[in-house]
């Protein structure tokens, strides 16, 4: 069983559009992210769900709409796509509350925007 | 956004040296220090983390960390051409993890 999976893994949409990512881990952790990773490789942290409460928020435009149903799920919604959006996603989980807790990554969702 | 710096690379190494990457943080209330290997169109995945001031070795792998001088590196002994990633420092700052822009290094057979 795959630990953190996401999907879908390759989104190719026009601007403007709407999308979702969903992610899903059955590692029982606390706590779930979602980073952006640009073309020169920076992951960029954008999002992190505890228990299903949202305890950070980078600067990330009001455009991406994190949702938690529960501690195994954060899917990510992105509402009137730019260019600039186009980038591979990963959902990440760990041990929230423990310092020395691991992040376990999904494979990536590619997002292309046209 | 927490600063975490490395050297971008790209990093050539021929095959049986030893590679050094580095990385700087900013906050010095990080807690817990980690680096993650990424190969092309993967997912990065964790090859070794550290938590106190000092050595930590791992077959051909070693971290070291210094937290007076805000600093952690990683020596990959025998550098194989299996190495060849991208090697990304991350810093766990109040259970949220700050990641560096990455190292690229290349091994040559």
């Known amino acids: 069983d795959t630990a953190v999976s996401q999907t879908p893994k390759y989104l190719v949409t026009q601007m403007g559009n709407d999308k979702s990512i969903k992610c899903e881990q059955n590692l029982g952790h606390d706590t779930m992210y979602w980073y952006k990773q640009d073309s020169k490789k920076f992951l960029k942290i954008m999002f992190s769900y505890n228990n299903k409460e949202l305890i950070i928020n980078e600067t990330v435009p009001n455009r991406f709409s994190p949702k938690s149903p529960d501690k195994a799920h954060l899917n990510l919604h992105i509402n009137s796509l730019e260019l600039g959006d186009s980038a591979v996603y990963f959902c990440?989980?760990?041990?929230?509350?423990?310092?020395?807790?691991?992040?376990?990554f999904g494979e990536g969702s590619r997002l292309t925007v046209l | 956004q927490k600063e975490v710096e490395q050297n971008s690379g790209p990093l050539s190494v021929p095959e049986g040296a030893i590679a050094s990457l580095n990385c700087t943080y900013s906050d010095r209330g990080s807690q817990s220090f980690f680096w993650y290997r990424q190969y092309s169109g993967k997912s990065p995945e964790l090859i070794m983390s550290?938590?106190?001031?000092g050595d930590k070795e791992d077959g051909r792998f070693t971290a070291q960390l210094n937290k007076a001088s805000q600093y952690v590196s990683l020596l990959i002994r025998d550098s194989q051409p299996s190495d060849s990633a991208t090697y990304l420092c991350?810093?766990?700052?109040?259970?949220?993890?700050?990641f560096g822009t990455g190292t690229s290094l290349t091994v040559i057979p």
């Open positions: 550290i938590y106190s001031n």
């Open positions: 990440a989980s760990s041990n929230g509350g423990v310092v020395t807790g691991e992040l376990f």
């Open positions: 991350a810093v766990n700052t109040g259970n949220q993890f700050y």
